[in-house]
């Protein structure tokens, strides 16, 4: 996955969905319906995730 994280460790919705194992069309469906995993950033009509959310997400997902 050729993303750079943007200032602060903020990564696209196509690249927070493929890191933790969603489809894009379900992580955006959901982030809609208000009931997202991780929390996002708006900027225009794109989301953007923090990397260190993405992390600690994962984490808490593994750790059961």
């Known amino acids: 996955m050729d ?3 943007l200032l602060g460790g903020l990564v696209p919705e196509f690249a927070a969905a493929a890191l933790v194992g969603y489809a894009h069309s379900y992580l955006r469906r959901l982030a809609a319906a208000g009931q997202s995993p991780l929390p996002f950033m708006r900027r225009g009509n794109r989301r953007f995730y923090k990397v260190a959310d993405i ?3 994962l984490d808490k997902t593994v750790q059961g």
């Open 3 to 5: 993303v750079i994280p």
């Open 55 to 57: 992390q600690r997400y």
